[in-house]
């Protein structure tokens, strides 16, 4: 991966450096607040994740609240996009943090089977079965032991456009995919194509492509696909990237064509909807979206960009795709104890507070009260996750091995860069993502 939370991309070169010294330098803890205690006083957990810029500070955020409740120091190191590579090397090192948080299902199931990861206490455990819908749960048990605490979330199933050219154009939001396929072209007649689509990131393309198979295949199969029970020539895929494919030709609904988005990244493809000079009408990704809107281009959520529920496909239910960071405590670790500790705390409320607050969140814990979100957007957004209980799917690719699912310019990304590049072929290009993902599974 990795894909922004699936947030927006990161890339840490100087990660490595940056854990060793932080693991040498542990009277830098990030918070001086008093302890109210006192029971981890003199200790130090050290967190590695993905996170960068605002990301990285708003968890800090949460970092010090668990300072301030229990006396210990925190050291946050970023890890770069590939966790699994970063932790390995710790590991062999001999200096693992105690405490990653593990962006992709499949890498989580990678450390467990590699016997990195220590059990979830008892404790943390019951917590988080109090305050988490079972889904959750059950991304992070491997074999049946629960390793991975879901603390952030991310709502991919959110499409977001700029109202002013949905008022030029004189559309209002669509309620089906056929529908927002119509609203597209009636957007470019009048001025403005469709979608920004940032095909250079193939993790994007994988998430439309989830949203589509989740909605018309349903639940059963998303999760017989994503762990490779069933085969990417099922019919089901070909009609999926069949639908997909009458998207990706039409230039009224690709802006620039395919050529253009294929060498368009992510955060442009928000810059040319939001963005001082608009190319597209809409954007699809997660609900990141409205953040960068509204820290890079000062588009405030809810007014001056808007998003609606991925539209059912042919019949089905509204999909609702989800991403998210699983907390994990690592065996080789210096302070588990105290890792796990802080791991208890991300399962309550309280942790997840502090983020919302600071806002470029999503929780997926129940119990958080949806006031402590900043706008009336991101409540709905929580909402809609909350709600959709154990309707939610996990992002597919996060799923599965990074080989297939997780790698710039391999497997499912390439393959999907590909297709967008000429759909002509859906039957085919099934039939080589069934191929890479008999290489990567291993079955």
Same mark, same amino acid.
């Given at each position: 991966?990795? /894909? ?16 060793? &010294?932080?693991? @040498? ?23 590695? +994740? ?39 090397? %710790?590991?062999?090192? !001999? ?19 590699? +016997?990195? &990861? ?10 988080? +079965? ?25 709502? $991919?199933?959110?499409? #977001? ?56 295949? =349903? ?10 029970? *069933?085969? #990417? ?11 997909? @494919?009458? *998207?990706? %030709?039409? $230039? ?45 281009? !000062? $588009?405030?959520?809810? %007014? ?10 042919? !019949? +089905? ?30 399962? !309550? ?55 297939? =699912? ?7 990304? %390439? *393959? ?10 859906? /039957? ?16």
């Amino acid at each position: 991966m990795r /894909r922004p939370s699936k947030t927006t991309r990161r890339t840490a070169a100087t990660a490595s450096a940056a854990l060793a &010294l932080a693991l @040498g330098a542990t009277a830098c803890g990030n918070a001086t607040g008093p302890a109210s205690s006192g029971e981890l006083s003199g200790q130090t957990v050290t967190v590695a +994740g993905v996170w960068t810029g605002s990301e990285q500070q708003n968890f800090k955020k949460v970092l010090d609240a668990f300072t301030e409740k229990t006396g210990a120091k925190t050291v946050f190191v970023p890890s770069g996009d590939n966790v699994s590579t970063f932790v390995g090397s %710790k590991i062999e090192g !001999g200096n693992a943090p105690d405490v990653v948080m593990v962006p992709q299902v499949g890498v989580l199931q990678q450390f467990a089977k590699e +016997g990195w &990861l220590q059990p979830l206490s008892d404790q943390t455990a019951r917590k988080a +079965g109090s305050t988490l819908a079972p889904v959750w749960r059950n991304y992070g048990t491997v074999d049946g032991t629960y390793y991975g605490l879901y603390f952030k979330a991310a709502h $991919k199933s959110t499409v #977001w456009y700029a109202p002013e050219a949905f008022a030029q154009a004189g559309v209002n939001e669509p309620t089906n995919y056929a529908d927002l396929l119509k609203a597209g072209r009636t957007l470019a007649d009048s001025g403005r194509p469709a979608f920004a689509i940032a095909g250079e990131d193939g993790w994007t393309l994988t998430d439309w492509f989830e949203n589509v198979y989740l909605s018309q295949a =349903g639940p059963e199969k998303y999760d017989q696909l994503a762990q490779h029970k *069933l085969k #990417w020539t099922d019919d089901s895929v070909v009609k999926a990237l069949t639908t997909l @494919g009458e *998207l990706f %030709k039409d $230039k009224q609904l690709v802006a620039g064509g395919a050529q253009t988005a294929l060498s368009t990244d992510f955060p442009t493809s928000v810059a040319q909807v939001f963005g001082p000079e608009p190319k597209a009408g809409m954007v699809y990704e997660g609900d990141f979206v409205g953040g960068i809107a509204k820290d890079q281009f !000062g $588009k405030k959520p809810g %007014k001056d960009a808007k998003f609606f529920p991925f539209p059912a496909v042919d !019949g +089905g239910k509204a999909p609702v795709v989800s991403g998210g960071d699983a907390a994990v405590v690592l065996k080789d670790a210096k302070n588990a104890g105290a890792g796990m500790k802080l791991l208890e705390f991300l399962s !309550g409320p309280e942790a997840a507070e502090v983020w919302a607050r600071a806002g470029g969140f999503l929780s997926p814990n129940k119990e958080l009260d949806l006031t402590a979100y900043g706008d009336e957007i991101t409540r709905s957004t929580a909402d809609s996750l909350i709600a959709a209980g154990d309707s939610i799917r996990f992002d597919m690719s996060d799923q599965a091995p990074a080989a297939f =699912g997780g790698t710039k310019g391999a497997g499912e990304w %390439k *393959l999907l860069q590909d297709f967008l590049r000429d759909p002509s072929d859906p /039957r085919g290009t099934a039939a080589k993502l069934e191929a890479e993902a008999a290489k990567a599974y291993g079955n």
